[in-house]
């Protein structure tokens, strides 16, 4: 990757902070990345694993020479930093963020940006249901989407800047408008997570089934269910809270859909079924055709080599 920054500061030391430095570090050493997280133990376990060529013990600290500041923090944390920050950013610094929300998280930077400081939101669309520093790995962003959002503070040249690094990451790049964005990922990511935890909270609370059955039983559905809803608790709890329009409106048609369903295997309308399967199963193939999953098993996946 070509030096397009000189210094960046991560804030917030979990999964995508971490994959946004090894995969930094696999292409340029030259730039000095510099991290932030405000638990003294994920520190140290920064520092002990060689996470960020600095790990800085203040937020001033962390942002104050920085060409890029990424707030890799929960969407609701989003304002609180920023209030932090905003009187250390350098003049000429772009923020940026990784949050799965959009418009929340313009209107939480937006009242403390500085006048000489460049705003570009950011949404890599990749991740793992691990959490945490140690999670972190090189390739987690080749070949997926990170959504850019125009932002009126930002010029051509530094939207073409964040552009540019999300490539040499791996990432393809498109910019999207902010609520579109969050009507999109309403449909892609936010309700079928809720979906997910929904399912296996069903399965939790339902008496007739045993825990043991649940977990000795589980086929390939449920077993994915339980994957994505081992996702960061907090995060996703700030997404719906900070994305309710557009989740309530995709929960509305996906309960139409449902019902929908309902009543074709009520009255035992096979036809009705083959066809919306035969149709969603497209969908799939689709997917996979755009390079972003594999059909192989396990969907290629393999998490412990990623992660060693």
């Known amino acids: 990757m070509s030096q397009i920054y000189d210094r960046v500061a991560l804030i917030g030391l979990g999964l995508i902070a971490s994959s946004i ?3 930094s570090k696999r292409n340029d050493n030259s730039l000095h990345i510099t991290g932030f997280s405000r638990s ?35 969407v609701g944390a989003m304002e609180q930093v920023m209030l932090k920050i905003a009187p250390f950013l350098k003049a000429g610094a772009t923020i940026s963020d990784v949050g799965s929300v959009k418009r929340a998280v313009i209107n939480a930077i937006e009242p403390h940006l ?28 080749d070949n997926r989407w990170c959504l850019l959002t125009d932002h009126k503070s930002a010029d051509k040249t530094a939207k073409n800047k964040v552009k540019n690094f999300w490539k040499g990451l791996g990432a393809n790049v498109e910019f999207m408008d902010a609520d579109h964005h969050d009507l999109v990922l309403a449909v892609t990511s936010h309700a079928p997570h809720l979906i997910a935890y929904t399912m296996v909270g069903v399965a939790d609370d339902l ?28 995060m996703w709890r700030d997404v719906f809270l900070s994305n309710k ?32 399967f035969t149709h969603t199963r497209s969908v799939r193939r689709e997917i996979i055709e755009a390079g972003q999953d594999t059909d192989a098993p396990n969907f290629g996946r393999n998490f412990d080599s990623e992660l060693d």
């Open 21 to 23: 430095f090894w995969a």
């Open 207 to 234: 008496g007739k089934v045993t825990d043991s059955e649940v977990i000795k039983y589980s086929a390939a559905g449920f077993r994915d269910f339980t994957r994505i809803a081992a996702s960061d608790p907090i």
């Open 40 to 74: 003294e133990k994920t520190r140290n376990i920064a520092r002990n694993i060689g996470l960020c060529d600095e790990v800085a013990d203040s937020l001033e600290d962390a942002v104050k020479d920085a060409d890029l500041v990424i707030l890799c923090v929960p």
């Open 245 to 276: 329009e557009a989740t309530i409106e995709i929960l509305g048609r996906f309960t139409e859909e449902l019902f929908d369903l309902q009543r074709a295997i009520r009255t035992g309308n096979g036809e009705k079924l083959l066809d919306y």
């Open 114 to 141: 500085p006048t000489d400081v460049k705003f570009v939101p950011a949404h890599p669309l990749a991740g793992t249901e691990h959490s945490g520093p140690e999670s972190g790995f090189a390739s987690l962003f």
